[in-house]
């Protein structure tokens, strides 16, 4: 027996990167070479033999000398033959050179044992990432639940999440400051749970906007067309105000412009993802009708199809090409879906479209509905700007003059034009007061508009969407008119101006930029919430949009 069979049936490791890089292409193979389906351990078993066969011809362990090797083999009546004569098990061939079919066997399950240990250690490696996530979800969760809580026993109005995240930050500054690691242990913690929301983001702003067609009854065609012409002009005039602002404070300080540390970006979706929630809103749809109590009332039966009908939305708006999204972008093809799967569920249950809907977005903690859950994860996101702001405060030491100015300045010109041109517009004041934070997330936008006495949140959300949409199309078409050249202003002005959505839209063209649009995406929603917080801001505010 060739003493190079000892070798590989006793230390299998010499087969076992070749053979994992062959085996999932066994399927390839077989039909490329017209081979039957080969069981799992003569596939390993013949690899063996053609990496034996591929040592022979100079030792070569590479996949191409591999696959040319196994191109000489095939399988017949369980037997394994070169494609030029035929090889008998246990007897001498041609060249006098043969192993025997038990030391093949032994060198493929071993083999064999090895790949199947590594797939068990995979799937634990999943089960340890699932458990990662669940537990520090979980702690975003019931830290933004504990400081609600707090908030309301103790009538504190200002954001219960923007001081956990404010808390975070200054903990996390600290910790870096007298232990590094402890402070990256900590990051490390959260990272699932941050990718996740980032992943998800715009998920958690929809239900205000699918519910859009409950909160515009009784506002008047002539209010919507004042609305459209601030939330268009007052979008350009922040933009090209906090644009020219960076660029005007840069020239001042002349701060070197340096790589930034890139942002960490969440895996796409696949289509299994797709197909999966999508078998999954067919189920609870024939369940939510089939059986309208099964949960409880007959919202809380609803709550899953509703929700998975959202999330369908979402996941077929994020595969349409980059084009089609400019016209058909995932939030608004998330917020018709949903609509369309209340007004389906409407119809097949006979309650109507408008029950239906009105069950989405209870705001009740007793029957929540599926705009309550996903609207639930507003707080985990404000706290995790802590990170995001964490991540990027080399940028923000490095530029602060810029990056501060830039968003003090846009923030209070955004919130006081907005309420002036409202009032000259004859807006009417509660309608001005609930698009006054147009161009802050609507994460923070919401309870802005709660500290302006704005009753119409589902409004106020849409106005956020519209602005970000706005910005996402025309934003770059704007700066490269105008002249707006420098990253760090590019960068800026998007953020401010149009959140989230702007900052996405960017990222994809200007990756340079996106460091700085990060931190002026969640800097301005700070700003912006700080200033309103403040009882002489908030009061002029009123006064301005003639609400006072």
């Known amino acids: 027996m060739d003493i190079s069979c000892l070798r590989l049936a006793a230390n299998p490791q010499l087969a076992l990167a070749s053979s994992k890089s062959s085996i999932h292409n066994a399927s390839t193979l077989d039909s490329v070479l017209g081979l039957p389906r080969l069981s799992a351990m003569k596939w390993r078993s013949t690899v063996a033999l053609a990496k034996l066969d591929s040592s022979k011809n100079g030792g070569r362990s590479r996949n191409g000398a591999l696959d040319s090797s196994l191109m000489r083999f095939k399988h017949v009546g369980g037997q394994v033959f070169r494609a030029s004569e035929r090889f008998s098990f246990g007897s001498k ?5 043969a192993c025997g079919w038990s030391t093949w066997v032994r060198a493929g399950e071993e083999v064999g044992k090895t790949v199947d240990s590594t797939a068990g250690q995979g799937v634990l490696h999943m089960v340890k990432e699932g458990l990662h996530l669940a537990f520090s979800l979980g702690a975003f ?13 103790n009538a504190i109005r200002f954001p219960s999440a923007l001081f956990g995240m404010l808390s975070l930050f200054l903990l996390l500054t600290t910790l870096s400051a007298v232990s590094t690691g402890a402070a990256n242990k900590v990051e ?13 983001l715009p998920l958690f702003y929809v239900p205000s906007l699918v519910v859009v067609p409950l909160a515009v009854k009784g506002i008047p065609a002539s209010e919507g067309v004042k609305i459209g012409a601030i939330l268009f002009g007052g979008w ?5 105000v906090a644009g020219y602002t960076a660029v005007q404070v840069r020239k001042m300080v002349n701060t070197e412009l340096l790589p930034a540390d890139p942002v960490p970006k969440a895996a796409p979706f696949t289509s299994t993802e797709r197909i999966s929630w999508i078998a999954a809103m067919l189920v609870f749809f024939g369940v939510a009708v089939r059986y309208p109590t099964v949960l409880g009332p007959e919202s809380t039966t609803a709550a899953p199809f509703l ?14 090409p980059e084009a089609a999204k400019k016209v058909f972008h995932p939030i608004i093809v998330c917020a018709v879906t949903a609509d369309i799967g209340a007004y389906a569920l409407g119809m097949a249950t006979g309650k109507g479209f408008e029950p239906t809907l009105g069950a989405y977005l209870t705001k009740s903690a007793g029957s929540p509905g599926a705009g309550d859950v996903l609207m639930g994860f507003l707080g985990p996101v404000i706290l995790s700007f802590a990170f995001s702001m964490y991540r990027q405060r080399k940028v923000v030491q490095r530029h602060a003059a810029e990056i501060i100015t830039g968003v003090v300045v846009s923030s209070l010109f955004s919130l006081y034009s907005t309420a002036a041109i409202g009032r000259v517009l004859g807006l009417l004041p509660a309608l001005t007061a609930a698009i006054i934070p147009r161009c802050v997330t609507v994460a923070l936008a919401l309870p802005i508009a709660t500290l302006l006495e704005g009753n119409n949140a589902s409004l106020t959300a849409a106005a956020v969407v519209v602005t970000g949409l706005i910005g996402a199309n025309f934003a770059q078409v704007v700066m490269d008119k105008f002249g707006l050249k420098d990253p760090i202003a590019r960068g800026m002005a998007t953020a401010a101006s149009a959140h989230g959505l702007g900052t996405a839209a960017l990222a994809g063209k200007e990756p340079e930029a996106l460091p700085y649009c990060a931190i002026a995406y969640a800097l301005t929603g700070i700003i912006s ?12 505010l009123l006064l301005i949009a003639g609400a006072a």
């Open 141 to 153: 969760l019931a830290l933004d639940k504990y400081l609600k809580s707090m908030f309301l026993a």
């Open 236 to 240: 350009m005039a922040s933009l090209l």
């Open 307 to 320: 929700l998975a009908a959202t999330v369908v939305g979402y996941l077929v708006g994020t595969s349409f």
């Open 188 to 200: 490390a913690f959260f990272s699932p749970a941050i990718l996740f929301i980032q992943r998800w």
């Open 93 to 97: 061939v041609s060249d006098g050179r």
């Open 529 to 540: 919430t700080l200033l309103c917080a403040l009882p002489p801001v908030r009061a002029s």
